[in-house]
């Protein structure tokens, strides 16, 4: 076995000594980009070959040129967003000279008509921000510094403001990934299947999804979130967001802020008012302060930018009284939990951020960057169902260390050829500790409890540690030539993950998980419990594990993708996009798969999953796009798109069959019941029966009678797709105001999730007999989940889209009437997307094609309405308002417990009259509304300084947006169909205040 970690200190050296090797590999370095191109023509619309174009940076001074071909075209990627001033140079003709202002990930077009010289003076045009794209096919949308650095967002969170995007919705994430997690739902999934590429180079947490490393806003200069059209340069998710850090200037400028709130300013939330139940107000106290700081270290040649950003908080996740009375009978039991009325959930982050750019010569430019993020937060994977320990109430803690070192050189080889590089070293540690570790089965076991609606489960580890660790060293390549009409661009990205392995042994060192909720047992409200938990035969489920700690290492793991673009422009009103994209990733131990322990007993058993897959290596996407400017003047512009887009593996979903893989194994043993009374635990008592001997302490195969649990993949595994085509329209009223409409469809294929292919079948495991045929062991192995890529899922939405800009006025109105449904109601890449079901299940892949087992995504909303912008009052005020209105969100009703020995999430569904399976989320919860919005004063000082005092409104309906939250059981009545929870999730990751606060805060600005 491979394992070996790095001395933190020893890994930022390194990661510096690659930031300098790059810095003396070439003179400068690139960063997220776009393009400017266009066609330049005489008086009477003849082409004008040779003709110079100037590109000049308004703030930092930077320089670019290129001249027109044949055919009168000229274009200059890979430059850095921001303001531009472009002027033409050709004898005879009088210069022409026009201000743009370029988005990252975009390519505008402009045009010049140039006129004799004598003829016609010089003609200047003021920056204007393009509002509509007219070679490109993107479904784009973009969220700038005016309302990055002005709206009002609960944390100020990035994952906060993406939410404002069109199609974007808020996910309620949780687990162990604190402030970092940056989850976001794009076309009905749950936030795992976007990619994120932070200056050009890749910003994807491969363990677990979301975001390497979070930025703070005042580090956020802006981003773009690409739905459909984007370029083959682009992958490794349906949905691409591009982010451009900020930038420093040839003036120097900074800031310096503080926001605060407490208690006194948040309203009590439903849960903690005594009317349902509460016990009052929590306490609660955030703070959030932080600077940035940028200039010029050589006017006109190099520049430099900082920031950071401190957070305190304390947050309570508050309980529901029913919540708390289940827990009350968990007290009595003498297990040393507490039935608090919440969760206190501490957290600590900061983030930094340090960037140099640089043109050092004409024809070479670009950047260094660092960018870190060091935190923490408390109980974090702990719901409101989750029960504290008496020892320390705080049981689990995320301790989090991030950080990425990128650079990139653009080298500007001709006036049509331009190559770009970029290299990056990103660390992502995130370390778990618990304050009540146990690692003796026959104490621990009976301690950790598991009910319909709560349990003392948490924390879901034996050890005192366990961690998430990567390193990943990455490397990028473009090069883009113009040629006639063609504008090419090819290029590579290669990956390698030196570290990537989790040591979790989830769910160790075991519980107990009961048919009925603590009341119904404690009450006998249902008969079945005489003796309430002295009933013999009550559990339906006990699990035991291994307690040696295991590297769960994905070896050799790497990713590498190369494609080819071309922006065709067939005639001044029509271009063609198209590009084909080579992904191969091989991110979950492919190379080890054989040592799997699952396999080899499938395989000797002669079962048809006894099988090693082939790696995936044929993952080519073809993508094609138009973009028609109908009037040639850039006003009505109609474009539409199809592609392939391929998915990235991440490792969790693959996470226990990687256990299997290793020297040591990690064995969970798991008996079943399939029904009160019936099957091995008939005769248990708990609390009187001594457990079921468990496994060994380090185990290097399943033990004979160990019923483990078993995971493998099915043979025809392969990288889960999307095929995505959109249509869409844009009209641009004015240069500042603008109108889109755009339709979206998205085919999800080969998605990942798990299936049982040996359920209890009459009270019998359905693979005992081969088990005992081969084995003389019927019990070695217990419930065994295979991975297939056998889910599909659909989404279809109509954005609408209007956009109002000014110089300091923004104002934005989304929305979005879409479908999101799928197999097990999911539309995810991978199994994070919580697939539900199948009720049926059997050897191979159970009921997953039947009717009700198609449903709702649980973040489905048929209608959304977004509105957000930045007014500028009398008097030096502003006026930052953000309201959303959502469509409920669906759950799935259960009737009762599954007799297959399933999880939760595989019981029976509710049925109709008719007895018929309403099956997959057939319900819904509640319609989401929330308006915030920020009142500044703004007071200007001598010498370019100012001082910013504002308030921030959240929730100003004082509305309990509870979304999906609801209890799902109807065989656990204390909280069936009543609101559990709040959809914003826990309190460092939370996107919507759970009732209406205020927060204070003041910014100086120089």
Same mark, same amino acid.
């Given at each position: 076995?491979?394992?070996?970690?790095?001395?933190?200190?020893? $890994?930022?050296?390194?990661?510096?000594?690659?930031?300098?090797?790059?810095?003396?590999?070439g003179p400068l370095f690139a960063q997220a980009t776009g393009t400017v191109t266009g066609r330049v023509v005489d008086q009477d619309n003849a082409v004008l070959p040779g003709v110079t174009v100037n590109l000049r940076n308004v703030e930092s001074g930077a320089t670019r040129s290129a001249i027109s071909n044949e055919q009168g075209l000229y274009s200059v990627p890979a430059l850095e967003r921001g303001l531009y001033e472009l002027t033409t140079e050709l004898a005879g003709f009088a210069p022409s000279s026009r201000r743009i202002e370029l988005l990252a990930g975009s390519t505008v077009a402009l045009d010049f008509k140039l006129s004799l010289a004598g003829l016609s003076e010089s003609l200047t045009v003021q920056g204007t921000i393009p509002l509509v794209e007219t070679t490109q096919a993107i479904n784009a949308s973009t969220i700038r510094q005016t309302e990055v650095a002005q709206l009002?967002?609960?944390?100020?969170?990035?994952?906060?403001?993406?939410?404002?995007?069109?199609?974007?919705?808020?996910?309620?994430?949780?687990?162990?990934?604190?402030?970092?997690?940056?989850?976001?739902?794009?076309?009905?999934?749950?936030?795992?299947?976007?990619?994120?590429?932070?200056?050009?180079?890749?910003?994807?947490?491969?363990?677990?999804?979301?975001?390497?490393?979070?930025?703070?806003?005042?580090? $956020?200069? &802006?981003?773009?979130?690409?739905?459909?059209?984007?370029? !083959?340069?682009?992958?490794?998710?349906?949905?691409?967001?591009?982010?451009?850090?900020?930038?420093?200037?040839?003036?120097?400028?900074?800031?310096?802020?503080?926001?605060?709130?407490?208690?006194?300013? /948040?309203?009590?939330?439903?849960?903690?008012?005594? &009317?349902? %139940?509460?016990?009052?107000?929590? *306490?609660?106290?955030?703070?959030?302060?932080?600077?940035?700081?940028?200039?010029?270290?050589?006017?006109?040649?190099?520049?430099?930018?900082?920031?950071?950003?401190?957070?305190?908080?304390?947050?309570?996740?508050?309980?529901?009284?029913?919540?708390?009375?289940?827990?009350? /009978?968990? &007290?009595?039991?003498?297990?040393?939990?507490?039935?608090?009325? =919440?969760? *206190?959930?501490?957290?600590?982050?900061?983030?930094?951020?340090?960037?140099?750019?640089?043109?050092?010569?004409?024809?070479?430019?670009?950047?260094?960057?660092?960018? +870190?993020?060091?935190?923490?937060?408390?109980? #974090?994977?702990?719901?409101?169902?989750?029960?504290?320990?008496?020892?320390?109430?705080?049981?689990?803690?995320?301790?989090?260390?991030?950080?990425?070192?990128? +650079?990139?050189?653009?080298?500007?080889?001709?006036?049509?050829?331009?190559?770009?590089?970029?290299?990056?070293? !990103?660390?992502?540690?995130?370390?778990?500790?618990?304050?009540?570790?146990?690692?003796?089965?026959?104490?621990?076991?009976?301690?950790?409890?598991?009910?319909?609606?709560?349990?003392?489960?948490?924390?879901?580890?034996?050890?005192?540690?366990?961690?998430?660790?990567? @390193?990943?060293? &990455?490397?990028?390549?473009?090069?883009?030539?113009?040629?006639?009409?063609?504008?090419?661009?090819?290029?590579?990205?290669?990956?390698?993950?030196?570290?990537?392995?989790?040591?979790?042994?989830?769910?160790?060192?075991?519980?107990?998980?009961?048919?009925?909720?603590?009341?119904?047992?404690?009450?006998?409200? #249902?008969?079945?419990?005489?003796?309430?938990?002295? @009933?013999?035969?009550?559990?339906?489920?006990?699990?035991?594990?291994?307690?040696?700690?295991?590297?769960?290492?994905?070896?050799?793991?790497?990713?590498?993708?190369?494609?080819?673009?071309?922006?065709?422009? $067939?005639?001044?009103?029509?271009?063609?996009?198209?590009?084909?994209?080579?992904?191969?990733?091989?991110?979950?131990?492919?190379?080890?798969?054989?040592?799997?322990?699952?396999?080899?007993?499938?395989?000797?058993?002669?079962?048809?999953?006894?099988?090693?897959?082939?790696?995936?290596?044929? #993952?080519?996407?073809?993508?094609?796009?138009?973009?028609?400017?109908a009037k040639g003047d850039g006003k009505d512009v109609v474009r539409a798109s199809f592609g392939l887009f391929y998915a990235t593996g991440i490792i969790t979903s693959a996470y226990a069959s990687n256990l299997e893989q290793q020297d040591v194994v990690f064995v969970r043993q798991t008996i079943t019941d399939p029904s009160i009374g019936s099957g091995p635990l008939a005769n248990y008592v708990y609390g009187v029966s001594p457990l079921p001997a468990g496994p060994a302490f380090a185990p290097t195969q399943f033990v004979k009678g160990g019923s483990a649990q078993g995971s493998w993949y099915t043979p025809n595994f392969e990288d889960a797709l999307s095929q995505i085509t959109s249509v869409g329209f844009s009209h641009l009223f004015s240069p500042t105001t603008v109108m889109s409409v755009d339709y979206l469809h998205v085919l999800t294929l080969n998605g990942w999730r798990s299936l049982? /292919?040996? *359920?209890?079948? %009459?009270?019998?495991?359905?693979?005992?007999?081969?088990?005992?045929?081969?084995?003389?062991?019927?019990?070695?192995?217990?419930?065994?989940?295979?991975?297939?890529?056998?889910?599909?899922?659909?989404?279809?939405?109509?954005?609408?889209?209007?956009?109002?800009?000014?110089?300091?006025?923004?104002? @934005?109105?989304?929305?979005?009437?879409?479908? =999101?449904?799928?197999?097990? %109601?999911?539309?995810?890449?991978?199994?994070?997307?919580?697939? $539900?079901?199948?009720?049926?299940?059997?050897?191979?892949? %159970?009921?997953?094609?039947?009717?009700?087992?198609?449903? *709702?995504?649980?973040?489905?909303?048929?209608?959304?309405?977004?509105?957000?912008?930045?007014?500028?009052?009398?008097?030096?005020?502003?006026?930052?308002?953000?309201?959303?209105?959502?469509?409920?969100?669906?759950?799935?009703?259960?009737?009762?417990?599954?007799?297959?020995?399933?999880?939760?999430?595989?019981?029976?569904?509710?049925?109709?009259?008719?007895?018929?399976?309403?099956?997959?989320?057939?319900?819904?919860?509640?319609?989401?509304?929330?308006?915030?919005?920020?009142?500044?004063?703004?007071?200007?000082?001598?010498?370019?300084?100012?001082?910013?005092?504002?308030?921030?409104?959240?929730?100003?309906?004082?509305?309990?947006?509870?979304?999906?939250?609801?209890? #799902?059981?109807?065989? =656990?009545?204390?909280?069936?169909?009543?609101?559990?929870?709040?959809?914003?999730?826990?309190?460092?990751?939370?996107? /919507?205040?759970?009732?209406?606060?205020?927060?204070?805060? =003041?910014?100086?600005?120089?």
């Open positions: 076995m491979r394992c070996f970690r790095r001395p933190p200190m020893l $890994i930022i050296r390194t990661g510096f000594a690659l930031v300098l090797f790059l810095a003396a590999a009002p967002m609960i944390n100020r969170s990035l994952a906060a403001m993406m939410t404002l995007l069109p199609g974007a919705r808020e996910v309620p994430a949780s687990g162990s990934h604190g402030h970092a997690a940056g989850y976001v739902s794009f076309a009905g999934n749950t936030g795992r299947s976007y990619n994120m590429y932070v200056d050009g180079v890749d910003n994807k947490e491969d363990q677990d999804g979301g975001t390497l490393v979070q930025l703070s806003l005042d580090g $956020i200069e &802006e981003f773009r979130a690409l739905g459909a059209g984007f370029q !083959a340069e682009y992958g490794r998710g349906s949905t691409v967001v591009v982010l451009a850090s900020r930038s420093g200037t040839n003036q120097l400028r900074g800031s310096a802020f503080l926001f605060g709130r407490n208690e006194a300013l /948040i309203a009590t939330d439903y849960f903690s008012q005594p &009317e349902h %139940g509460g016990f009052g107000k929590q *306490p609660f106290k955030r703070l959030q302060f932080g600077g940035s700081v940028g200039g010029r270290l050589v006017k006109d040649r190099a520049w430099f930018f900082g920031s950071v950003e401190r957070i305190i908080q304390d947050f309570q996740l508050p309980r529901s009284s029913k919540q708390i009375n289940e827990l009350k /009978i968990l &007290e009595g039991l003498g297990i040393g939990v507490v039935a608090s009325s =919440a969760v *206190p959930q501490p957290f600590r982050d900061f983030l930094y951020q340090v960037k140099g750019s640089f043109q050092l010569a004409k024809n070479h430019n670009g950047f260094v960057r660092l960018l +870190g993020q060091n935190g923490y937060v408390g109980n #974090n994977a702990l719901t409101n169902a989750n029960a504290l320990w008496k020892v320390n109430p705080v049981a689990q803690q995320n301790n989090q260390s991030l950080y990425s070192v990128a +650079g990139g050189w653009t080298w500007v080889a001709s006036p049509t050829a331009v190559n770009e590089f970029r290299a990056q070293y !990103a660390y992502y540690l995130h370390n778990d500790t618990t304050a009540v570790p146990c690692l003796d089965l026959a104490t621990c076991v009976p301690q950790r409890l598991s009910f319909p609606s709560v349990n003392s489960t948490q924390p879901f580890f034996a050890h005192p540690s366990w961690v998430n660790y990567e @390193t990943k060293f &990455e490397v990028m390549n473009n090069f883009s030539k113009q040629f006639g009409s063609h504008a090419f661009k090819v290029g590579a990205d290669y990956a390698r993950l030196p570290t990537f392995y989790a040591n979790l042994q989830v769910f160790s060192p075991g519980n107990i998980t009961f048919f009925d909720d603590p009341s119904t047992i404690a009450n006998n409200t #249902n008969g079945k419990y005489p003796q309430g938990f002295q @009933t013999p035969g009550i559990t339906r489920t006990i699990l035991q594990t291994s307690l040696a700690q295991v590297d769960a290492w994905s070896h050799d793991a790497f990713f590498f993708a190369a494609f080819a673009q071309d922006d065709w422009r $067939i005639s001044p009103k029509l271009t063609l996009n198209l590009g084909i994209r080579y992904d191969n990733e091989q991110m979950v131990n492919n190379c080890c798969w054989q040592d799997s322990r699952t396999y080899q007993v499938l395989r000797d058993i002669g079962h048809p999953y006894g099988k090693v897959p082939p790696n995936d290596n044929n #993952n080519v996407a073809p993508r094609i796009g138009l973009a028609w400017d049982n /292919i040996s *359920p209890l079948v %009459g009270g019998v495991r359905a693979l005992a007999p081969d088990l005992q045929r081969v084995y003389n062991d019927p019990s070695l192995l217990g419930p065994v989940a295979v991975l297939c890529s056998c889910n599909r899922g659909l989404y279809d939405a109509v954005d609408l889209h209007l956009e109002r800009r000014l110089s300091r006025t923004a104002m @934005t109105v989304n929305y979005t009437l879409a479908w =999101a449904r799928g197999m097990g %109601g999911s539309t995810d890449f991978t199994t994070q997307g919580g697939h $539900i079901g199948p009720e049926i299940q059997d050897t191979q892949t %159970g009921g997953i094609y039947l009717p009700y087992e198609w449903g *709702p995504t649980n973040v489905d909303e048929r209608h959304r309405v977004t509105v957000a912008g930045v007014v500028p009052m009398r008097w030096g005020i502003d006026v930052a308002p953000s309201f959303t209105a959502a469509s409920a969100r669906p759950y799935t009703q259960y009737q009762a417990p599954n007799p297959n020995g399933g999880s939760a999430l595989q019981g029976i569904y509710l049925r109709d009259a008719n007895g018929n399976p309403l099956g997959v989320n057939n319900a819904r919860g509640k319609a989401l509304v929330n308006l915030n919005a920020r009142v500044t004063k703004n007071v200007v000082l001598p010498n370019s300084r100012s001082v910013s005092v504002y308030a921030e409104f959240y929730n100003m309906l004082n509305r309990a947006n509870f979304g999906n939250n609801y209890g #799902n059981f109807k065989y =656990a009545p204390a909280t069936y169909n009543q609101p559990i929870g709040y959809l914003g999730g826990i309190g460092s990751t939370t996107t /919507i205040p759970i009732s209406f606060q205020v927060q204070f805060g =003041a910014r100086f600005s120089f």
